[in-house]
T-cell receptor
Framework: AQSVTQLGSHVSVSEGALVLLRCNYS??????LFWYVQYPNQGLQLLLK??????LVKGINGFEAEFKKSETSFHLTKPSAHMSDAAEYFCAVSGTGGGNKLTFGTGTQLKVEL | DAGITQSPRHKVTETGTPVTLRCHQTENHRYMYWYRQDPGHGLRLIHY???????DKGEVSDGYSVSRSKTEDFLLTLESATSSQTSVYFC??????????????FGEGSRLTVL
């Protein structure tokens, strides 16, 4: 079964600093990988997705992620954090075969401090 | 915003009572999903549907059943609620399914408390 592991349940950065949220995947076949963001009391929304077209994927709000097969990683980065980036971030991997099931990581809460 | 409505948004119930959560979409998407979100567990798939009357189990389906009699509605039923089912439940929809790298669109969630 495919899975993702998010390292660090809580990450705190200063406003203007680099944001790095880590995600490692486990998959026997090339996966589809996703990053979703959840703001307080809301549902999740897609930040970006990897579909094998390009290893560096750019998403909304200045976020990007790089697929590294050798490291089985798909870390999320943003050069300069903004207060509005404070939210919970989820990495996810799609299942193979039928069903189109998405498996989520346990999430990383990002705090942005002045 | 994707047209997804979950009801009720908040519910408090007692152990042993039946509960039904409703997800209604106006996007005519084929795939619909029910997830539960719990601290430390992220989101876990309960059941999903790939068409009218076509459903399958997710990783945490015990104690839950679903029905989809028309494209726009996907119902999640707890036949006899237990305290372990206290959670936030999210409905999601997808046009092409995530196996085709399709995006999931989420509702705003239904917070269920079982006393």
């Amino acid at each position: 079964a495919q899975s993702v592991t998010q390292l660090g349940s809580h990450v705190s950065v200063s406003e203007g600093a680099l944001v790095l949220l880590r995600c490692n995947y486990s998959s026997s076949v090339p996966p589809y990988l996703f990053w979703y963001v959840q703001y307080p009391n809301q549902g999740l929304q897609l930040l970006l997705k990897y579909t094998s077209a390009a290893t560096l994927v750019k998403g909304i709000n200045g976020f990007e992620a790089e697929f590294k097969k050798s490291e089985t990683s798909f870390h999320l980065t943003k050069p300069s954090a903004h207060m509005s980036d404070a939210a919970e971030y989820f990495c996810a991997v799609s299942g193979t075969g039928g069903g189109n099931k998405l498996t989520f990581g346990t999430g990383t809460q990002l705090k942005v401090e002045l | 915003d994707a047209g997804i409505t979950q009801s009720p948004r908040h519910k408090v119930t007692e152990t042993g009572t039946p509960v039904t959560l409703r997800c209604h979409q106006t996007e005519n998407h084929r795939y619909m999903y029910w997830y539960r979100q719990d601290p430390g567990h992220g989101l876990r798939l309960i059941h999903y549907s790939y068409g009218v009357k076509d459903t399958d189990k997710g990783e945490v389906s015990d104690g839950y059943s679903v029905s989809r009699s028309k494209t726009e509605d996907f119902l999640l039923t707890l036949e006899s609620a237990t305290s372990s089912q206290t959670s936030v439940y999210f409905c999601a929809i997808s046009e092409s399914g995530t196996g085709g790298a399709g995006e999931l669109f989420f509702g705003e969630g239904s917070r269920l408390t079982v006393l």
